[in-house]
């Protein structure tokens, strides 16, 4: 079970209660989407088959078993699959961020750099590329993706250097672009991205199981699509160069490989309907829906009235901060869209455009935002969770915010508006222990955001 840091409620009284619910229901919509679970539930034996939600494969006609692929969850499914098909398994190099390594008996685990990429990460892509160069025709390769696989699997084309793409990254990161834009670009610049590992793969079939960290679980954004037909194009990706007005920006590299792609100068990644792609199979095993059900239901079952509202938010931060203060506030004067006791759920991903050099992350800004709109607002709660356990660059899971948390925080000399001023939400929120700490959960799943009323 997953924990969390117990400074969180250690308040007694009323609010002590309060937030060990919202830490039950937050722990349930995690232990939903444990990665080595969902392998196991959607691929099993039956005899010599290997069965999965899109196709079964004879395991006495296949030769080797190949597993390959990059994600935060990457080690626990390796488990899972080991523990399924133990010496079947000829090898395999699965890369993971660092800190999320697991012990494991046949496939090779690598840390390297998430969310931007470093030498690691190329190091250990290249023996994905070594491994599959050995995967013949009668052979299957098993690709386990999950969130973070993108920068996790990176392997710049020539001349895109890693110094470009960890620039590149920093610099989109910074704009506030949405993961489907990062990937849209990155699988335009690099070998193993929209689609190209299972083009490597050829002629061996290819099984991905993959844990959905985007928003409306797109196949060709998760991971930036290893394994599936790429919908985007050079000229898409430059398009969101020039919407964030990086252009001049941007290292000189990466912009002549992407205008050489526009002028048709380069390939672009396979199509739908590529026959390079037709052995490839891909099942999503866990998403950010299945983790807000599993929050409902553990919501009910505390005596909460429920709704789960969305799957797709997305936006700034700070904004949808308010969007959530509305709901609250919507509950506790009308009683809609649900009454008191109360917990509305949402799920998605947003983004953060730097403005201050200060820690934290998104959803610990909106965790601090929220707080500045619902001070004084009895008897409500909000949590901002990133479900992998690290919310941006920092161990923090995310935060909780409530009609008390700027009283606090000025109790103790701090400036709420001045923090949430210069993205500094993660000091802030740790000096009242309104911080959410797991460590790595072994998931990734997207990010929840909670309401609760009481």
Not at 263 to 272: A, F, H, Q, Y
Request: proline share 5%; with cysteine; aromatic share 4%.
């Amino acid at each position: 079970m997953v924990s969390f840091d117990a400074r969180l409620w250690q308040r007694g009284g009323k609010s002590e209660e309060q937030r060990r619910t919202a830490v039950e229901v937050m722990q349930a919509a995690l232990e939903a989407v444990d990665p080595y679970q969902a392998v196991r539930r959607h691929l099993r034996l039956d005899g010599e088959q290997l069965v999965t939600d899109v196709a079964s494969y004879d395991l006495d006609a296949i030769e080797r078993v190949w597993v390959v692929g990059g994600g935060k969850a990457g080690a626990p499914m390796v488990r899972a699959v080991e523990d399924l098909l133990g010496e079947r398994i000829g090898g395999g190099h699965v890369n993971v961020k660092y800190g999320h390594a697991l012990s494991t008996h046949i496939v090779r685990i690598q840390e390297a750099g998430h969310p931007v990429p470093d030498q690691a990460g190329i190091d250990g892509s290249l023996a994905i590329v070594d491994i599959l160069e050995q995967a013949g025709a009668n052979d299957l390769v098993i690709c386990l993706i999950s969130g973070g696989g993108s920068a996790l699997m990176s392997l710049p084309m020539q001349p895109v250097s890693l110094a470009d793409m960890q620039t590149l990254t920093s610099q989109l990161l910074a704009a506030g672009a949405t993961i489907n834009e990062i990937n849209a670009i990155r699988k335009h610049l690099e070998q193993l991205k929209g689609g190209r590992l299972a083009q490597l793969a050829q002629p061996a079939a290819v099984l991905s199981l993959i844990l959905s960290d985007v928003v409306g679980n797109p196949l060709d954004v998760i991971a930036s699509g290893p394994t599936v037909p790429d919908t985007s194009t050079y000229r898409d990706a430059w398009a969101i160069i020039e919407r964030y007005g990086l252009a001049q920006e941007i290292p000189g590299t990466i912009a002549k490989v992407l205008r050489s792609g526009c002028d048709g100068g380069r390939p672009d990644t396979p199509k739908p309907g590529d026959p390079a792609l037709e052995r490839a199979q891909n099942v999503i095993i866990a998403s950010n829906s299945l983790a807000a059900d599993a929050a409902r239901l553990k919501a009910e079952e505390l005596g909460l009235n429920t709704l789960f509202l969305t799957s797709y938010l997305q936006g700034e931060a700070r904004e949808i901060a308010q969007v959530l203060v509305a709901i609250a506030r919507e509950i506790r004067d009308s009683g809609l869209p649900v009454p008191a006791p109360a917990c509305v759920i949402l799920g998605g991903e947003t983004t953060v455009t730097l403005r201050g050099k200060g820690k934290g992350g998104r959803n610990q800004e909106m965790a601090l935002a929220a707080a500045l709109a619902m001070e004084g607002l009895d008897d409500c709660l909000i949590a901002c969770l990133a479900t992998d356990g690290t919310d941006g660059p920092t161990d923090a899971t995310g935060g909780v915010a409530d009609g008390t948390t700027v009283r606090r925080g000025q109790d103790l000399g701090l400036d709420a508006h001045a923090h949430l001023g210069k993205n500094n939400a993660y000091p802030y929120l740790a000096a009242i222990s309104d911080l959410l700490m797991t460590g790595p959960t072994q998931t990734n799943v997207n990010d929840l955001a909670l309401i609760f009323c009481w």
